[in-house]
């Protein structure tokens, strides 16, 4: 069913740059990952699609202050700071989406009235930003060792204006396109935990990308596994 979804959404295998190796048919650009980059953070990772780059930081379970102090879970923060200067509206919107996916996998109520902070630093966005930034807060969460009930991932796709899907799209592709969806998704049953839809598209046309989305996280939780299982052996 999964290839028939490719097949109908005429889904475009883009040619892109990075670490690991890309097969024929495969549309989403080259992942590069690593972990516990920073000493300062309980737990951090760089995330790289592409030429698009997040470098995530995650701090505790900590101290909480008491005017945020939730009595019977964690608070969960995020704060994304943009390459250069301040944060804006488009900066506030994505911590909001990336804060309410988190909330939707760690388990908050193993330790309540502590603080939980995500913060996801943008060092180049060449597409996809959105769920690059994703990718990066999970691998953060998971090297600081938050329990969390699923790990999560990003799915982005661009449509043309014949209809096509581009999975991973560029900046280019991004401004060139009718729409662009980017799918938060978890790892156990492909669940949509988060969307963040930009253009025009039909109910159909939704249903059809988001199964496309569904099916190419698989190789994104494969790329999380093996990069796990590359950090631990080496011990």
């Keep these: 069913m999964e290839e028939e979804t490719h097949t109908d959404a005429k889904i475009r295998a883009e040619n892109g740059t990075g670490s690991s190796p890309r097969g024929p048919g495969r549309s989403l650009r080259h992942f590069a990952c690593e972990q516990n980059l920073l000493s300062r953070p309980d737990g951090s990772a760089s995330f790289l699609q592409g030429d698009t780059s997040v470098l995530a930081g995650v701090y505790g379970p900590a101290e909480v202050k008491v005017s945020k102090e939730i009595f019977n879970k964690a608070t969960l923060e995020v704060i994304l700071r943009p390459k250069i200067g301040l944060p804006g509206v488009a900066e506030k919107s994505r911590e909001r989406l990336i804060r309410n996916t988190c909330e939707a996998v760690v388990l908050g109520t193993l330790h309540p009235r502590t603080s939980i902070t995500v913060v996801p630093q943008v060092v180049s966005d060449a597409g996809s930003l959105l769920a690059c930034c994703l990718n990066a807060a999970c691998m953060a969460l998971v090297d600081a060792g938050v329990p969390m009930r699923a790990l999560f991932c ?11 899907l581009v999975l991973d799209p560029t900046s280019k592709q991004e401004k060139e396109a009718r729409a662009v969806l980017t799918f938060a998704l978890d790892s156990v049953e492909r ?27 698989r190789h994104v939780f494969r790329f999380y596994r093996e990069s796990l299982q590359r950090r631990y052996s080496k011990s």
Aim: with cysteine.
């Design 154 to 164: 990003g799915v982005a796709c661009a449509l043309d204006s014949d209809g096509t």
């Design 191 to 217: 669940k949509l935990l988060m969307s963040s839809t930009k253009g025009l598209y039909s109910d159909t046309e939704l249903q059809q990308y988001l199964a496309a989305a569904q099916a190419a996280s």
